[in-house]
């Protein structure tokens, strides 16, 4: 219970917004795409904070679930669901390939190898207009349907797009706490420990990206759907560095640091919209000062800050107990 | 071959580019056993543990586990056929909590949940301290603590043989008793153990036999206290 009271917490707070903030720009516009953009940073999370592969291609699965969906629904007439389900399964083959042997990189060469991937996938948008529409983009794509409850209003977008961020949430909460989970952060420190515990590395790697890229898949399914128009621009590498960006900022391992950091560099530039022509100097140097001053990552950071705040007396205490502690275990 | 060994090993090679570490390395292990492999810095215990477990891969020559040749098997099936190895300087998992480590040590026994609650019970007995910390990151715990923590996780693992490299290394002196008697403690209760270790004399102490290991071959082998009384081996490695 204790450990999914954050989660409860996120579910009132995405549920209240609208109630509190009635056909607010803010909430159902920017907070659609923030929402989109929190379950590719909680997906990406999952590889980057917990597994610790870095990802500078995330965008391109992204993308191959938009244009799946968007081909399918613009071109050859058909029903948005089962677009949904085609595009994930086909990024969900793309990733499973090309994971094995991207995985084996490490460091410096694996974010290269993503990085390329990123921009294949980008090249192959533009270049292949018969099919994708090429820089023009896709237009004209359906919108969802549950049942006959047509999501055409930016506030049903709203809930469907904060139910599934939801389910993403609960799901990584859930995965971290497996046992795989464990396996994965595991991993993440040092990958020959992991073996030696009987951890097939390789195969929980794989099985990580894959999911990842199935997310993705399907936020860029109902992005391409909500947006009813994609361009090669919105899964460009750019895109790919903001995700990675937003997972950072949040802090590394943290789902709801994920969240946080993909609500933050969503709303900050809508918010910077005042300066004008110093919207982009002023962003930057903000993430610089969040960076220099909580280098967590802003959910840890701020934890820490309240308990300081709220606990001031404690913190004397502390030591010395940890001091008894550890004199009886070298005994 | 008949052979009533746990662990055979047969003419092991190994090498780190164009050079040989392990130069043709044969020995055994009987159940039950507690044996010993002492050499100095660079003589090639931790790449022969390494190669038993495959996580770095041999050149040549044989390994056989339990009747069945292990030599090119990948590492994790070697744990899951129950070879556990606790590694040198102890690779705890730094921000898991201590209890997530221990867990991750039973990764293998995934079909055996009572049994790892069980065993967990025990190595809190074992080790009170992990208890105590079992919430905090293992990052935190001391070099001893985290001796005690990589030796609990590499038995949540069910081994039948357990490989030890070198878990004096870095500890205080009155820490390495303690470290060994837990080590002979294991061995009594039936778990075979190959114990790699620099500091000979605390090892062949405790150990049933011996190996002396010199630039990647056995020069020596025989009954721990046998060697515990050779000239060479005190001149060489005991300081006599």
Same mark, same amino acid.
């Given at each position: 219970m204790k450990r999914l009271s954050g989660f409860y917490l996120l579910a009132i707070a995405v549920a209240a917004l609208p109630f509190i903030f009635p056909d607010n720009y803010f909430v159902t516009v920017v907070g659609v795409s923030a929402g989109l953009h929190a379950i590719l940073a909680v997906s990406l999370n999952l590889l980057?904070?917990?597994?610790?592969q870095i990802s500078l291609g995330h965008a391109a699965f992204f993308g191959m679930g938009a244009y799946t969906s968007a081909i399918l629904t613009t071109r050859?007439?058909?029903?948005p669901w089962p677009t949904i389900l085609v595009g994930a399964a086909f990024t969900g083959v793309v990733a499973y390939l090309v994971a094995r042997p991207i995985l084996k990189l490490k460091g410096h060469y694996l974010a290269m190898a993503t990085l390329g991937l990123g921009i294949i996938v980008h090249i192959v948008i533009v270049q292949m207009g018969w099919l994708t529409?090429?820089?023009?983009g896709l237009g004209s794509i359906p919108s969802l349907s549950i049942f006959g409850w047509e999501v055409d209003s930016d506030e049903r977008w709203y809930i469907v797009i904060g139910t599934l961020l939801m389910l993403v949430v609960w799901l990584a909460l859930n995965i971290i706490d497996s046992r795989s989970g464990r396996a994965l952060r595991g991993l993440h420190g040092s990958e020959v420990a992991a073996e030696m515990m009987g951890i097939d590395t390789a195969a929980t790697k794989t099985g990580v990206f894959v999911l990842a890229a199935l997310i993705a898949s399907v936020a860029g399914s109902i992005f391409a759907h909500q947006q009813a128009f994609v361009s090669p621009d919105s899964f460009s590498f750019f895109f790919s560095i903001e995700l990675v960006t937003m997972v950072v900022l949040g802090g590394m391992a943290s789902t709801y640091g994920a969240v946080l950091g993909a609500i933050i560099l969503t709303f900050l530039p809508e918010l910077l919209?005042?300066?004008?022509?110093?919207e982009v100097m002023i962003f930057g140097g903000i993430l610089m000062g969040m960076m220099i001053f909580l280098p967590q990552g802003l959910f840890i950071g701020l934890q820490e800050l309240l308990r300081k705040l709220t606990r001031p007396k404690k913190t004397p205490a502390t030591p010395v107990a940890e001091k008894k502690e550890s004199s009886h275990g070298a005994a | 071959m008949p052979s009533d060994a746990l662990l055979q090993v047969e003419a092991l090679t190994a090498h780190y580019g164009p050079i040989q /570490? %392990?130069? @043709?390395i044969s020995l055994e292990v009987k159940p039950g056993e507690l044996v010993a492999m002492v050499g100095a810095n660079g003589a090639g215990k931790t790449t022969l543990l390494h190669t038993l477990s495959n996580v770095h891969k041999s050149s040549g020559g044989k390994v056989i586990f339990d009747g069945q040749e292990?030599?090119?098997?990948?590492p994790h099936k070697i744990v899951q056929a129950g070879i556990c190895h606790i590694p040198e300087g102890r690779q705890?998992? /730094?921000? %898991? +909590?201590v209890e997530d480590n221990l867990l991750l040590g039973g990764f293998?026994?995934?079909?055996n949940k009572a049994w790892v609650e069980e065993e967990l019970a025990k190595i809190y007995t074992l080790f009170p301290i992990l208890k105590e910390k079992r919430?905090? /990151?293992? @990052?935190? %715990? +001391?070099g001893g603590q985290q001796q005690m923590l990589a030796m609990g996780r590499a038995l949540l693992g069910r081994p039948k043989l357990l490989l030890l490299d070198e878990? +004096?290394? @870095? %500890? /205080?002196p009155l820490l390495v008793a303690e470290i060994f008697r837990v080590v002979r403690e294991l061995n009594e209760k039936g778990v075979t153990i190959l114990l790699v270790e620099q500091n000979a004399k605390a090892a062949l102490g405790i150990a049933d036999r011996g190996y002396v290991l010199e630039t990647g071959r056995v020069v020596l082998s025989a009954d721990a206290d046998e060697l515990l009384a050779d000239e060479a081996v005190q001149k060489a490695y005991l300081g006599h």
């Amino acid at each position: 219970m204790k450990r999914l009271s954050g989660f409860y917490l996120l579910a009132i707070a995405v549920a209240a917004l609208p109630f509190i903030f009635p056909d607010n720009y803010f909430v159902t516009v920017v907070g659609v795409s923030a929402g989109l953009h929190a379950i590719l940073a909680v997906s990406l999370n999952l590889l980057m904070g917990y597994a610790g592969q870095i990802s500078l291609g995330h965008a391109a699965f992204f993308g191959m679930g938009a244009y799946t969906s968007a081909i399918l629904t613009t071109r050859y007439g058909w029903n948005p669901w089962p677009t949904i389900l085609v595009g994930a399964a086909f990024t969900g083959v793309v990733a499973y390939l090309v994971a094995r042997p991207i995985l084996k990189l490490k460091g410096h060469y694996l974010a290269m190898a993503t990085l390329g991937l990123g921009i294949i996938v980008h090249i192959v948008i533009v270049q292949m207009g018969w099919l994708t529409g090429g820089p023009d983009g896709l237009g004209s794509i359906p919108s969802l349907s549950i049942f006959g409850w047509e999501v055409d209003s930016d506030e049903r977008w709203y809930i469907v797009i904060g139910t599934l961020l939801m389910l993403v949430v609960w799901l990584a909460l859930n995965i971290i706490d497996s046992r795989s989970g464990r396996a994965l952060r595991g991993l993440h420190g040092s990958e020959v420990a992991a073996e030696m515990m009987g951890i097939d590395t390789a195969a929980t790697k794989t099985g990580v990206f894959v999911l990842a890229a199935l997310i993705a898949s399907v936020a860029g399914s109902i992005f391409a759907h909500q947006q009813a128009f994609v361009s090669p621009d919105s899964f460009s590498f750019f895109f790919s560095i903001e995700l990675v960006t937003m997972v950072v900022l949040g802090g590394m391992a943290s789902t709801y640091g994920a969240v946080l950091g993909a609500i933050i560099l969503t709303f900050l530039p809508e918010l910077l919209v005042v300066f004008e022509d110093y919207e982009v100097m002023i962003f930057g140097g903000i993430l610089m000062g969040m960076m220099i001053f909580l280098p967590q990552g802003l959910f840890i950071g701020l934890q820490e800050l309240l308990r300081k705040l709220t606990r001031p007396k404690k913190t004397p205490a502390t030591p010395v107990a940890e001091k008894k502690e550890s004199s009886h275990g070298a005994a | 071959m008949p052979s009533d060994a746990l662990l055979q090993v047969e003419a092991l090679t190994a090498h780190y580019g164009p050079i040989q /570490a %392990l130069n @043709g390395i044969s020995l055994e292990v009987k159940p039950g056993e507690l044996v010993a492999m002492v050499g100095a810095n660079g003589a090639g215990k931790t790449t022969l543990l390494h190669t038993l477990s495959n996580v770095h891969k041999s050149s040549g020559g044989k390994v056989i586990f339990d009747g069945q040749e292990i030599t090119r098997t990948a590492p994790h099936k070697i744990v899951q056929a129950g070879i556990c190895h606790i590694p040198e300087g102890r690779q705890v998992f /730094a921000p %898991l +909590s201590v209890e997530d480590n221990l867990l991750l040590g039973g990764f293998t026994q995934r079909k055996n949940k009572a049994w790892v609650e069980e065993e967990l019970a025990k190595i809190y007995t074992l080790f009170p301290i992990l208890k105590e910390k079992r919430r905090q /990151a293992a @990052g935190t %715990l +001391s070099g001893g603590q985290q001796q005690m923590l990589a030796m609990g996780r590499a038995l949540l693992g069910r081994p039948k043989l357990l490989l030890l490299d070198e878990p +004096s290394m @870095g %500890l /205080a002196p009155l820490l390495v008793a303690e470290i060994f008697r837990v080590v002979r403690e294991l061995n009594e209760k039936g778990v075979t153990i190959l114990l790699v270790e620099q500091n000979a004399k605390a090892a062949l102490g405790i150990a049933d036999r011996g190996y002396v290991l010199e630039t990647g071959r056995v020069v020596l082998s025989a009954d721990a206290d046998e060697l515990l009384a050779d000239e060479a081996v005190q001149k060489a490695y005991l300081g006599h």
